[in-house]
């Protein structure tokens, strides 16, 4: 079943732009990650925050959560034309086996020099 | 640098085929994952296996079974290829304890 839904399911910005993207859940989490993926390719791992934890930074990602309203959103400061991707939330339930990631259905993003 | 290796990245095959993809890793992990990604659907999970010869169901199971023989190495198969199986089949590693995966290229696959 799906966990995470992500928001906008498209997104269009000028190059040096920051570009934000939300991500909403159900059920309570342990952690949830942020992965990219270029057209056509397998997803890479961008970052990872636990329930505990409210903000994160990796370069020009900042993320963010927040529990009581289950939600995070992605960050990307200074947009490139090479960040252009489809970014996905992905979410393990609390209390479930450390297997099952649930990925939300992805927001295309597209960076337009 | 860490690799997940998928056999083909593209691939044709007729209705009521057999239908092997091939996923290998090179980082020794336990954990491995079938998921296909269909447009508006986003990622599901198929089949996952924790270690050689385990299994478990993911999501949408039906249809597709797996084997994992060797730790390294994790097949998906398609027993009788239908068109409503067309779609990309992403393969994911990762080690036990750990969250993050690590994905392969992704093989699109059609069933005409």
């Known amino acids: 079943s799906q966990q995470g839904e992500e928001d906008p399911q498209a997104l269009s910005i000028q190059e040096g732009e920051n570009a934000t993207m939300n991500c909403s859940y159900k059920?309570?989490?342990?952690?949830l990650q942020w992965y990219r993926q270029n057209s056509g390719r397998g997803l890479v791992h961008l970052i990872l925050i636990r329930s505990n934890e409210r903000e994160k930074h990796s370069g020009r990602l900042r993320v963010t959560l927040d529990t009581s309203k289950k939600s995070s959103s992605l960050l990307i400061t200074a947009s490139r034309a090479a960040d252009t991707a489809s970014y996905f939330c992905a979410t393990i339930h609390s209390g479930a086996g450390s297997y099952q990631l649930t990925f939300g259905k992805g927001t295309k993003l597209s960076v337009i020099p | 640098d860490v690799k997940v290796t998928q056999s083909s990245r593209y691939l044709v095959k007729r209705t009521g085929e057999k239908v092997f993809l091939e996923c290998v890793q090179d980082?020794?992990?336990?954990?491995m994952f079938w998921y296909r990604q269909d447009p508006g659907l986003g990622l599901r999970l198929i089949y996952f296996s924790y270690d050689v010869k385990m299994k478990e169901k993911g999501d949408i199971p039906e249809g597709y079974s797996v084997s994992r023989e060797k730790k390294e190495r994790f097949s998906l198969i398609l027993e009788s290829a239908s068109t409503n199986q067309t779609s990309m089949y992403l393969c994911?590693?990762?080690?036990?304890?750990?969250?993050?995966?690590?994905f392969g290229s992704g093989t699109q696959l059609s069933v005409l």
């Open positions: 980082m020794d992990h336990e954990n």
């Open positions: 059920t309570s989490i342990n952690n």
């Open positions: 994911a590693s990762k080690r036990s304890g750990e969250e993050k995966l690590f």
